[in-house]
């Protein structure tokens, strides 16, 4: 058999509804994940074009060139009339993650900042979007605008995240949330795989009042005695864990890892022969014996189960998979590679 | 190179239906599960897209044995 046929669990940026993300494996619906996102979102679609997706769709994002399934934040857009922006007085308060704030925008033009920050971003073209993060200190920033400067966007986050548009006043962009699929016939509870291929963003769930690690997991339904996750930290090192009957079998956050940057990963868990691989290298083993002592039922975009959301995945996937056995070191290899 | 290593380390020999060598796909003889799977997934998806990128995915998973 080959690993297509083994995935119990195959999620791949092709298909979707309204309040759900359609896995391709299996092809009953019982891999497929519950989405919500309390309003509608941009995307770059398939023709390199803004596409505006409403309610509760999610957003298969082409910004790289490639499809990939995109996950964002809450996010406010603190410019007015950001399609054709015009200089004006924002207010910029201290959020709970800190002063950082960011601009972006597409055009030739150019913006000067005075107030909270002193400083200036320049366009590079009418199709090419540029950004520029900082600190402020003040309540109020000015930006006077010289030139064309479209899509602009002011957002108290660490990057530039995918743009909001204004008229009168300012947009938010509400949170979204990807999770509850599967269940114990798709996910083993002695031994298996889950394999994602991600990239993570450097921007967090503000809902948490400190940044969090973006994971992708899958745990008993009520709680993580028994769970499996994996991510990205806020210090941007490799999350592993995984927690057996109450016990840790792995959990490490020594691995570098880059925002922006796709990684194939893969965490095998079996009794006594855990392990790791990234982008087809061994990173970590564990030899510690385990029993599940609670169903492996839930798969989430997060690290948490139906009832809460805490460390929530902000960034690309292009490919999730679960499988229901141990796969040996050279089908590990070949999945990561 | 041995004869026969390039269909090994290569995709030679191993068209994606639409993608890669996508023209020869129909003189392959094989029993891919991937069209099926794409179309169980169509049939039930009010929006289905990038095809091209999914049967990628799926050739490189059918690849691994």
């Known amino acids: ?337 | 190179m041995g004869y026969g290593e390039i269909y090994k380390t290569s995709w030679w020999g191993s068209p994606i239906q639409y993608g890669w060598g996508g023209i020869y796909y129909d003189f392959t003889t094989n029993d891919s599960q991937i069209e099926a799977l794409l179309t169980a997934l169509q049939t039930r998806a009010a929006n289905y897209e990038n095809v091209i990128g999914t049967t990628e995915i799926l050739t490189e998973l059918e690849n691994c044995t």
């Open chain 1, 1 to 337: 058999m080959n690993l297509l046929d083994k995935a119990s669990i195959l999620l791949t940026p092709t298909a979707y509804d309204t309040t759900e993300l359609l896995s391709i494996k299996p092809d009953d619906g019982g891999g497929d994940f519950d989405f919500s996102r309390p309003s509608s979102a941009e995307r770059i679609n398939d023709s390199g074009s803004f596409e505006t997706m409403v309610s509760n769709i999610p957003r298969i994002d082409y910004t790289s060139g490639t499809a990939s399934f995109l996950l964002e934040p809450r996010t406010t857009n603190l410019y007015l009339n950001s399609a054709t922006l015009t200089t004006q007085d924002c207010s910029t308060p201290t959020v709970q993650h800190g002063s950082e704030y960011t601009v972006s925008f597409y055009g030739t033009g150019s913006i000067t900042f005075s107030g909270s920050y002193t400083g200036s971003l320049s366009g590079t073209g009418t199709n090419d979007r540029v950004s520029l993060t900082f600190t402020v200190s003040g309540s109020v920033l000015t930006s006077t605008v010289s030139g064309t400067v479209t899509n602009a966007q002011l957002e108290s986050n660490p990057a530039a995240s995918t743009y909001i548009p204004t008229t009168s006043s300012t947009v938010t962009r509400r949170e979204e949330l990807c999770k509850n699929a599967g269940d114990s016939s798709l996910i083993s509870g002695t031994e298996g795989v889950l394999y994602a291929e991600f990239a993570v963003s450097n921007l967090f769930d503000q809902n948490s009042s400190q940044k969090s690690t973006r994971c992708i997991g899958m745990s008993f339904n009520t709680g993580t005695s028994n769970a499996l996750f994996m991510g990205i930290n806020p210090n941007n090192k490799f999350y592993f864990f995984f927690k057996a009957n109450g016990s840790n079998v792995i959990f490490n956050q020594t691995i570098s890892a880059n925002v922006g940057q796709y990684y194939k990963v893969a965490f095998k868990y079996k009794s006594g022969d855990t392990s790791i691989y990234i982008d087809g290298q061994e990173v970590l083993t564990s030899s510690n014996s385990f029993t599940i002592s609670q169903t492996l039922g839930n798969l989430a975009f997060n690290f948490g189960t139906p009832s809460f959301d805490i460390n929530i995945f902000q960034g690309n996937t292009r490919c999730v998979a679960v499988f229901k056995e141990a796969l040996t070191d050279a089908e590990l290899i070949c999945l990561t590679s």
